[in-house]
């Protein structure tokens, strides 16, 4: 399977592509780790890649890409949690506090 495939199974947004944030780097490890199934629980392998950019402690440019990913994610929920750690990381400027800020969908 290649990346697009696995992104499009994964319910990604396409804007991970667009922005060249999902690295092949990140495909591999989650395809070595994908099972048949899997897709039914997408979002915690996109929470994965979140984190696994997250980790890296990103400067702010890709931070605020991130931020933009988490919302145009298909679950909320789970990107609001994430956005959550944005909000906490050591590069989160004014600017990706107030796009951020201007998201109305609830974190419960």
Not at 31 to 46: M, Q
């Amino acid at each position: 399977m290649n990346k697009t495939e696995f992104l499009k199974l994964l319910k990604y947004p396409a804007e991970w592509q667009k922005y060249a944030m999902y690295p092949d780097e990140l495909f591999n490890e989650q395809l070595i780790g994908y099972e048949p199934g899997h897709e039914d629980g997408s979002e915690h392998d996109r929470s994965g890649a979140f984190h696994w950019w997250l980790k890296r402690n990103p400067t702010t440019e890709p931070l605020m890409v991130l931020a933009e990913l988490t919302l145009v994610d298909p679950d909320q929920m789970m990107a609001g949690d994430v956005r959550t750690y944005i909000l906490r990381s050591k590069n989160c400027n004014l600017e990706i506090k107030s796009s951020l800020a201007m998201d109305k969908t609830p974190n419960e």
